[in-house]
């Protein structure tokens, strides 16, 4: 399956933004969705999974109550939207996809999937 990210850009602190995340070439219903970042000069981290009916979601601590995942099985699209915006939300977000998972919380050695990440800076 191929992700395409869209949606990045600059926000400034306190602020919102959604992404998006169109998947192609699979039965996208199939596929347990999900977010990971990286800042600058640190490893992917989890950010948000989703199960494939879309009824059980999950979340990094540094994630839950600000930011929500949700997905349109009828548009193949995944989303993350993000309120209350820091400066160490700065990083590039990257879309994941994996057929296998049981769960929602993604370990990066397990992804199937990688998107080409989207590049969110939160300004101050």
């Known amino acids: 399956v191929q992700l395409q990210a869209s949606g990045g850009g600059l926000v400034q602190v306190g602020g919102s933004l959604g992404i998006s995340c169109a998947a192609s070439g699979g039965t996208f219903r199939n596929y347990v969705m999900g977010w990971f970042r990286q800042a600058p000069g640190k490893e992917r981290e989890f950010v948000a999974g989703i199960s494939r009916g879309g009824g059980s979601t999950d979340y990094a601590d540094s994630a839950k109550g600000r930011f929500t995942i949700s997905r349109d099985n009828a548009k193949n699209t995944v989303y993350l939207q993000m309120h209350s915006l820091k400066p160490e939300d700065t990083a590039v977000y990257y879309c994941?996809?994996?057929?296998?998972?049981?769960?929602?919380?993604?370990?990066?050695?397990?992804?199937?999937?990688w998107g080409q990440g989207t590049q969110v800076t939160v300004s101050s």
């Open positions: 994941v996809a994996d057929p296998f998972l049981r769960g929602t919380r993604f370990f990066a050695s397990e992804v199937s999937y």
